[in-house]
């Protein structure tokens, strides 16, 4: 069994911070590729961010320059800071990890539950 659990998020004013975090543990092997996808209501499930093991790292448009995606590999976690938040930005945030399973010896993407961003005067 693996679990993604996020955590970090709230409500914020226009312009605040907020920094999530995601922390992966189980029967893990090694990890891949680490990202940040958000679902906002009535939309599609878009990409954020994604870090790779080495930390090469890639960004939607619209966070480019607000938001930073880093790691920690000897904790399986996986960070975003975010930064000038809009309301547009509003969403509920998921974390996903490629991972190899230890047990099976199988690679797949498991998916955090999600946590609630909302950015609000």
């Known amino acids: 069994q693996v679990q993604l659990v996020e955590s970090g998020g709230g409500l914020v004013q226009p312009g605040g911070s907020l920094r999530l975090s995601c922390a992966a543990s189980?029967?893990?092997?090694?990890?891949?590729?680490m990202g940040w996808y958000r679902q906002a209501p009535g939309e599609e499930r878009e990409l954020v961010a994604t870090i790779t093991r080495v930390g090469s790292t890639n960004y939607a448009d619209s966070v480019k320059g607000r938001f930073a995606i880093s790691r920690d590999n000897a904790k399986n976690t996986v960070y975003l800071q975010m930064n000038s938040l809009k309301p547009e930005d509003t969403a509920v945030y998921y974390c996903n990890a490629g991972l190899l399973d230890r047990t099976t010896m199988t690679r797949r993407v498991y998916w955090g539950q999600g946590t609630q961003v909302t950015v609000s005067s």
């Open positions: 189980g029967s893990i092997f090694s990890i891949n590729a």
